[in-house]
């Protein structure tokens, strides 16, 4: 759920900062799926990263959902390499596939998939861009503002006080 | 089903943190409207508690629903969710007339000590009640949903989760202001009649229909976003925008619309008089009677039990065994040994959280003191615990050996260690116990036991008097002095004196010894022993005692040097003078580290501070920092907490190869693997500020207490605040690093 209802939402949300879906990276048409590769966060850095696809019928646009997904990362400087197997079930949109991956370099990734369905093979190819991990601090702001602005509230507390006992109430 | 629509009301995403946000804020609406009901049962209905369910229900069926997952791929989907948070969710939630039960529901220190300044100062009432005005609300709402429609910024929305989350925010919040003089929100005054709302709403519903006309006679498509997402079961993205305005436009002037004819009914309604009926309940003023653990069913029933703690004991004395055995005879592997796991992994991190959620649970159901229970049926002790070794000096060092030897041997790593500690730990306690009066163990020496009283300062339950002037007529004081059935308190805490949970293990025997049954486990405000400080029966004033300080301090920095041993950069930092010196082993790079850490730089840091202290105090040095190093238990608290759950939550199921290993099964090796949930350092985070925030606040209260005016008592607290800050950056450095998962393998 996205934070909305207290200012202490905004500490919650960092949580949750994504999710399946995001930003299209990719789209395909091979054999008879269209195939869409999303992935968050946006912009993509390294660590924790969610990369998701929709499989859907050529015709009619309807969502595949008995296909198997098979994937591979290698960082294109580093030759690291990374699989991962992308389900609904880990997916939170379940017309969707969906891996958690963690990205460890910043830089050029090649990305290859590979669907299964009905016993036939599809295959793509894409790339994806991974910047350099966000600054921890950075992504941890309102956890570390917190104490400052309840400080803050204190002391404007203090001051009500001090003004109402001056006014003599 | 068609597999597709099952697909699709399957994707429900429950984010528990905003759920649990959510439960806490039902639940203090549903209590402030329990105590409402019975006072203003005409005005706060059954109704009312139904709306604001609804509402709330109504934001998590827009957030957390298929409508937000599907949100991305379909601008309907996207509309439907918008139209549920400003046009459902925010009128449901303030028919609930939310202000005065919210505020009810709230602690009590909470709404008078914290917010009650804020409730009457003139300035924010006056700036409230503009803020309230309709030409306020019906601008700040048509403003929100112009802007956010814009394609830039609602292209942004949907790309970006933070934008996300600050446009719905945005919609929300505008949309609870507009119909805030449409509701009429007790205790705002209205400030138009009641009948302008109605070209109040329609004009609103000119700005939405006008919105939603763009939408739907549009002939490109305004979002790139969705023009750029995969289209599904062939919608095109024109028709999806299309059929968008078309929600925005019917069911959302609906809601316009149907206010309106209410509003319309009642103006031309003849006006009655309502007399207004009486309150047959005489409200006079009472006293609640406190909450009490003893006092909620079955809990309270299996409390009082008379052999509870006893089963418990013998429970843990099981469990005791059991580590001991496999740390003896086991695999010396440490995450397939129990020993290396369950007191280490478990037994820390659930001791920590009972601590912040209850009391010192653990030393309630103490195996240790059971076997020398035992014996004293056959032996009695003939001694008195010597004068001069009644202080908490032996506690303190044995905390700073353990501490210190934690990380020089590695016991977290070697379960034939740890089964040795567990042993050693059994002859001590009986060995001591057996020769000494009373828990001389217990009160003078354990040092688990001294962890727990010094954390459960800041526990939320305290065993205590329920009613004082009971205890007042009292003549046999049958709690301290016991009587034939039952021992009094071996700790010797008599409770018409007792504050706090210091040297109280919550062993009960109190309570069974009262005859009057004047003895609960009542609740405390957080850290309040800490921020009153009262004299306490059988500890005297815990901020005159320099041996307490000292424990207070080992605990508090042990508690970020345990942490920070843990880290990459200090294990480096270790191994590199270890390699330069050449030396055989870790322990000496260990002992000095823990000399300085624990020793030596906290004693001159608190003597400084101390010393500067005394610059807006009147009182002596040992007085200020005996006093104000106890205002640092929730800092390094918090600093506990943060550490070992993080060991729990990422290693709970490490048991499970531990106990398969144990019972001669081949271990399932998955769960050797910690797993830690991306949501750990939100939580360490929430610790570490919460600890910061009440030791401050302690801190203020002791400056208070021993100044003479507000300005002295910031110029007594500031070192001790800076100091505090300096822990709590040390904290938050901690977190941030990568961290040794001892006791299992990193995944």
New interface residues.
């Given amino acids: 759920m996205k934070p909305l209802l207290l200012p202490a939402f905004v500490i919650l949300a960092q949580a949750t900062a994504w999710a399946d879906g995001g930003t299209v990276q990719l789209r395909q048409e091979a054999g008879d799926l269209v195939i869409t590769v999303f992935t968050s966060p946006s912009p993509l850095s390294v660590g924790p990263a969610d990369i998701s696809l929709l499989l859907q019928n050529r015709d009619g646009l309807e969502p595949v959902l008995d296909a198997k997904v098979s994937l591979v990362l290698r960082a294109e400087d580093s030759g690291i390499e990374l699989q991962a197997q992308p389900t609904r079930e880990k997916a939170r949109n379940k017309l969707l596939y969906a891996a958690p991956v963690t990205l460890f370099k910043p830089g050029k990734w090649r990305m290859a998939f590979v669907v299964v369905r009905n016993q036939e093979e599809t295959d793509g190819v894409g790339s994806l861009e991974v910047a350099a991990a966000p600054d921890k601090a950075a992504s941890y702001a309102a956890f570390i503002a917190f104490p400052p602005v309840m400080i803050g509230l204190f002391i404007v507390r203090q001051w009500l006080i001090r003004q109402r006992s001056q006014r003599g109430e | 089903m068609d ?2 629509a099952t ?2 009301l ?2 429900w ?3 528990w ?3 649990c ?2 439960l806490t ?1 039902a639940a203090l609406y549903f209590r402030g409207w329990l105590h409402l009901h019975a006072e203003l049962p005409y005005k706060y209905t059954t109704g009312r508690l139904a709306s604001f369910t609804g509402g709330l229900f109504a ?2 069926l827009a ?2 629903s ?1 409508i ?3 949100g ?2 379909l601008l309907q989907a996207h509309m439907i969710q918008h139209l549920l ?1 400003t046009m459902v969710a925010a009128p449901l939630l303030l028919l609930g007339q939310p202000v005065l039960p919210l505020l009810r529901g709230l602690p009590r220190w909470l709404f008078k000590d ?1 917010l009650g ?2 409730l ?2 003139r300035e924010l009432k006056q700036l409230g009640h503009a803020i309230v005005h309709p030409v306020v609300t019906w601008f700040a709402w048509s403003a929100a949903i112009v802007v956010w429609h814009f394609p830039r910024l609602y292209d942004l929305a949907v ?4 934008w ?2 600050a446009e ?2 945005c919609f ?1 919040w505008s949309a609870v202001l507009f119909w805030w003089p449409v509701v009429d929100v007790w205790p705002s005054i209205p400030i138009w009649p009641r009948a302008a709302m109605i070209p109040y709403l329609l004009f609103a519903g000119m700005v939405n229909m006008g919105l939603s006309a763009v939408l739907s006679f549009s002939n490109h498509i305004l979002y790139s976003s969705y023009a ?7 919608i095109s993205a024109l028709e999806d925008q299309a059929a968008a305005g078309g929600i925005m436009w019917v069911p959302g002037s609906i809601a316009m619309l149907i206010p309106v004819a209410i509003l319309g009914i009642r103006a031309l309604e003849t006006r009655r008089a309502h007399p207004m009926k009486p309150v047959l309940r005489v409200l006079t003023p009472h006293r609640p009677r406190q909450w009490d653990l003893l006092r909620i069913p079955i809990i309270g029933p299996v409390l009082q039990y008379r052999h509870f703690r006893r089963c418990i004991q013998a429970a843990m004395l099981l469990l005791a065994a059991v580590v001991a055995i496999d740390g003896f005879f086991g695999p010396q592997v440490a995450p397939m040994n129990l020993a290396g796991v369950l007191p280490w992994t478990h037994w820390r991190g659930l001791v920590v959280i009972a601590l912040l959620l209850a009391g010192n649970l653990f030393c309630m159901a103490c195996p240790f003191t059971l076997p020398r229970d035992l014996a004293r049926k056959f032996v009695t002790p003939r001694y008195h615990w010597p004068s001069r070794l009644r202080s908490k000096w032996i506690a303190a060092g044995l905390l700073a050996t353990y501490l210190w030897a934690y990380e020089a041997f590695s016991l977290w790593d070697s379960p034939s260690s740890t089964a040795w500690i567990i042993l050693g730990y059994f002859v001590a306690a009986f060995a001591v116990d057996i020769v000494f009066k009373g828990a001389s163990f217990c009160k003078y020496v354990c040092p688990i036991g001294h962890f727990h009283f010094v954390h459960s300062l800041v526990s939320p339950l305290q065993v205590k008097v329920r009613e004082p002037a009971v205890c007042g007529s009292c003549t046999t004081h049958d709690c301290i002095r016991g009587n034939v059935q039952q021992r009094g308190c071996e700790l010797q805490l008599f409770q018409p004196r007792k504050a706090g949970n210091f040297d109280c293990t919550f062993c009960l025997d109190c309570v069974q010894a009262c005859p009057q049954n004047n003895v609960g486990i009542l609740r405390a405000g957080p850290g309040q022993s800490l921020l009153e400080d009262h004299h306490s029966s059988g500890i005297g004033r815990l901020s005159r005692r320099p041996d307490v300080a000292a424990m207070v301090l080992i605990l508090v920095f042990g508690a970020f040097l345990n942490a920070a041993g843990m880290t990459e950069p200090v294990m480096m930092w270790m191994h590199q003078w270890h390699a330069r010196l050449q030396l055989g082993s870790l322990v000496p790079i260990v002992t000095v580290m823990y000399l300085g850490g624990l020793l030596i730089i906290p004693g001159l840091l608190v003597a400084a501070c101390g010393w500067i202290s005394r610059l807006g105090a009147k009182a002596s040095w040992k007085d200020l920092t005996c006093s104000f190093s106890l205002a640092l238990v929730p800092v390094g608290f918090s600093m506990w907490l943060a550490h070992l759950s993080n060991h729990l939550i990422a290693g709970w199921s490490t048991v499970i190869p531990a106990v398969e290993k144990f019972v001669s099964r081949a271990p399932s090796v998955n769960y050797l693997q910690a797993w830690v949930p ?2 750990i ?2 939580l360490e ?2 610790f570490l ?1 919460l600890g ?2 009440l030791t ?2 302690t801190t203020w209260r002791v400056a208070r207490r021993l100044s003479t005016g ?1 300005g002295m008592a910031l110029a007594a607290m500031s070192p001790w605040a800076v100091l505090a800050g300096a822990l ?1 950056s040390t904290g ?1 450095w901690i977190v ?1 690093q990568p961290m040794q998962m001892r006791g299992m393998i990193m995944h």
Avoid: K, M
């Fill in positions: 597999p597709i697909a699709v399957a994707s995403t429950l984010d943190g905003s759920l946000l959510l804020i934001i998590v957030l957390d298929p937000d997952a599907l991305a791929l948070l914290a300044p804020f009457s100062c790309r970006s989760p933070g996300h989350q719905h925010a929300f750029l997402a995969p289209r599904l079961w062939g991306d949501w350092p939100s985070l929430c500020d910061l925030l401050l606040y507000d709590y938050i941030f």
